[in-house]
């Protein structure tokens, strides 16, 4: 079928969204990593949930998927298939399908999905979208990136490893829902670009500025203790150096807490600017479906992307 019109709307980094019709416009994102856990079939999965998380951040849902597949010719093949069982367990999960899929000999194992889904061209949420005064909301605890690169080094504690897994599993279907049902006025979800990252290009984008408050982000457990044992991931770094320029922190602020705000993100939650009057609504309806959400701060009028951290 042909489209009847094909205009290119705003859309994050590495998400593309264009009219279809007066009713429907595509969304369409890719993403695919290394292994982060030990397990084929929980990486499978943890893949396909951070890969739909571009469609729900812009109001979608997920329609199809192709799988990406790099895989050693000399690895046996069953830990192939439980990699894509996983994988389209969790896109089935989501109301999708796997349609199909291209694979590479590779030297080291790499998974993941393109995704197109669906959305209304009325009720796409952008970016920009946000305004000063509203209050920003997380919907998952931070701290992924830190976990992972402890799983790889054999460091990780039992209790951060089945955390990080379960909130990495989940997908933001309902945090997209429940934010949809409280009026939200901008969404992006927390991934490679840490919390700070992505906030900072929320407020650009809505030419605004943002507070935080550090001791209201959630965490998962021991992320902080990882950080300051100096088990942090390059990504996380490099977040770190990319935003200091346009971020106020508290002196007494410590630089394993600076880490873990800017911490590189694997299927994160998503962060919401919402009303005032409907933000404790939205944080409750949220924690009664047991997502780890707080309020964390709000944009604010100010240099826009700038960030103050309290």
């Avoid at 489209?3 to 595509?26: F, I, N, S, Y």
């Avoid at 079939?41 to 990406?68: K, W």
């Avoid at 509203?134 to 490893?161: C, F, N, Q, Y």
């Avoid at 950080?227 to 996380?236: D, E, I, R």
């Amino acid at each position: 079928m042909a489209a009847d019109v094909l205009v290119g709307l705003e859309a994050p980094d590495d998400a593309a969204v264009c009219a279809w019709d007066e009713e429907r416009a595509l969304v369409s994102t890719v993403d695919f990593f290394t292994p982060i856990v030990d397990d084929p079939y929980t990486f499978g999965a943890i893949t396909a949930a951070n890969a739909m998380s571009d469609i729900y951040a812009m109001g979608g849902r997920p329609l199809f998927a192709l799988n990406i597949v790099a895989f050693p010719a000399k690895l046996d093949k069953s830990i192939l298939l439980e990699i894509l069982r996983g994988g389209r367990a969790k896109v089935e999960e989501a109301g999708a399908v796997i349609v199909g899929g291209h694979s590479i000999d590779d030297k080291e194992p790499k998974y993941g999905l393109a995704v197109v889904g669906v959305v209304h061209p009325d009720r796409i949420y952008r970016q920009s979208g946000g305004q000063a005064g509203e209050r920003l909301v997380l919907s998952k605890a931070i701290g992924t990136g830190l976990i992972s690169t402890a799983i790889k080094e054999g460091s990780a504690p039992e209790a951060a490893m089945r955390a990080a897994v379960e909130s990495m599993l989940r997908l933001n279907r309902r945090a997209l829902e429940l934010a949809q049902a409280h009026a939200a006025g901008a969404i992006t979800d927390v991934t490679g670009f840490g919390l700070l990252g992505h906030l900072a290009d929320l407020a650009r984008a809505s030419g605004v500025a943002a507070l935080v408050d550090s001791a209201r982000v959630p965490r998962l457990p021991h992320a902080l203790e990882l950080a300051q044992q100096g088990c942090v991931p390059g990504g996380t770094q490099s977040n770190l150096r990319h935003v200091e320029p346009i971020t106020r922190w508290p002196e007494a602020l410590p630089e394993a807490e600076r880490l873990l705000l800017c911490d590189a993100q694997t299927s994160g939650g998503l962060l919401i600017s919402v009303a005032a009057d409907q933000c404790d609504d939205l944080v409750e309806a949220l924690r009664a479906e047991n997502h780890a959400a707080a309020a964390i701060g709000e944009l604010v009028r100010g240099a826009a992307g700038t960030i103050e951290v309290r």
